[in-house]
């Protein structure tokens, strides 16, 4: 059974970085499945943020996310980083790392998720 735990969430400045983790346990390997990104702000609806598929490691990333996010992953590690900069305060929200066999939007479509490593960004 696969389990994913987030880290590396913190307090940041605007305009600062922060590297967020996913790192599985449990016997698998990451490197079978994709993996995504997703975020949830307060009152506001979950998204996604990124996925890395299984495969060819396409990354996709949401618009708003596109060149200030970057997802890798480290097989040596079995762990998938979120490298974050130039952090906006729309970025506060509750991050959360899900594994599947293909990327989706949606996800409830992921079989296995972490249970979440919280960014505010704040001066």
């Known amino acids: 059974q696969l389990q994913l735990v987030e880290s590396g969430g913190g307090l940041v400045q605007p305009g600062g970085s922060l590297r967020l983790s996913c790192a599985a346990s449990g016997g698998g390997a990451l490197d079978y499945y994709a993996v995504a990104w997703f975020r949830q702000a307060p009152f506001k609806k979950r998204e996604a943020v990124s996925c890395?598929?299984?495969?060819?490691?396409?990354?996709e990333y949401a618009d708003a996310m596109k060149g200030r996010f970057t997802a890798s992953r480290d097989t040596d590690k079995n762990t998938v980083y979120l490298r974050m900069s130039s952090l906006k305060p729309e970025d506060t929200a509750v991050y959360y790392c899900?594994?599947?066999?293909?990327?989706?939007?949606?996800?409830?479509?992921?079989?296995?998720r972490g249970q979440g490593t919280q960014v505010t960004v704040s001066s």
């Open positions: 899900a594994a599947a066999l293909v990327c989706s939007r949606d996800m409830e479509a992921y079989e296995y």
């Open positions: 890395i598929a299984y495969g060819d490691g396409v990354t």
